[in-house]
């Protein structure tokens, strides 16, 4: 059973403009959150975290926004930049190791 | 400072042979991790070492996979004998002691014909 979910396969979006990526999960024991981007043929590269603890995490241009009583987070990028174009993986982490979702891919428009 | 590496980043292979995938973990990190991501489907854990010691194994798919870490370093991942759907991206990542954020390898894709 999939306890990591991003329901968006994809997303476009306007350079400049705001890139919001969603992710819902089942499993309450989950205490750390990590957003992963991913380019075709290399490994996930690690963007931003949150602990179970706090509800936003901000690194420049990266936020992650977590709602523990929906179960569910949120990676917002602003603003989209072409070079932000890749798969964006949500993961969540419980007895350090992480459940994945499937992935969404964004592709930033000039 | 060099990233975890793995070798080799490709290997296609025949049913029923052997394949024995590499991993270096970032120096210094004790925790190493393998993940597997088959068919463009959710990237998936496999196993976990501290040091040299095996702390999870729940993910491993069958007993054709063997996972070793000798000296608490490099890693080995080897598939004997390997079945079709063993194909994948086979993913290997590494943390240090007490913290959450793991760091990929570029993985290796095995294909198996």
């Known amino acids: 059973d999939q306890q990591v979910k991003q329901n968006s396969p994809s997303l476009s979006v306007q350079e400049g403009r705001i890139s919001i990526l969603n992710c819902d999960y089942t499993?309450?024991?989950?205490?750390?959150f990590l957003w992963y981007k991913k380019y075709p043929a290399e490994g996930p590269t690690f963007l931003i975290s949150i602990s179970s603890i706090k509800d936003k995490n901000e690194d420049g241009r990266f936020t992650v926004f977590l709602n523990k009583s929906a179960k569910h987070l949120s990676l917002h990028i602003v603003p989209s930049q072409p070079g932000d174009s890749a798969v964006y993986f949500c993961?969540?982490?419980?007895?350090?190791?992480?459940?994945f979702g499937a992935g969404t891919t964004v592709t930033v428009r000039a | 400072e060099a990233g975890v590496t793995q070798f080799p980043s490709h290997s296609v292979i025949e049913k029923g042979q052997t394949v024995t995938l590499r991993c270096d973990p970032i120096s210094g990190h004790d925790n190493l991790y393998w993940y597997r991501r088959v068919m463009g489907k959710e990237i998936k854990f496999l196993l976990h070492?501290?040091?040299?010691?095996?702390?999870?194994e729940s993910g491993m798919p069958n007993n054709r996979f063997l996972a070793e870490r000798t000296g608490g370093t490099y890693s080995t991942l080897k598939v004997q004998p390997a079945e079709l759907e063993d194909s994948g991206v086979y993913f290997c990542a590494s943390s240090l002691l007490g913290y959450n954020e793991q760091f990929f390898g570029p993985g290796t894709r095995l294909t198996v014909l």
């Open positions: 070492f501290v040091k040299e010691s095996k702390q999870d």
């Open positions: 993961a969540a982490k419980a007895d350090y190791k992480l459940s």
């Open positions: 499993n309450s024991m989950f205490d750390y």
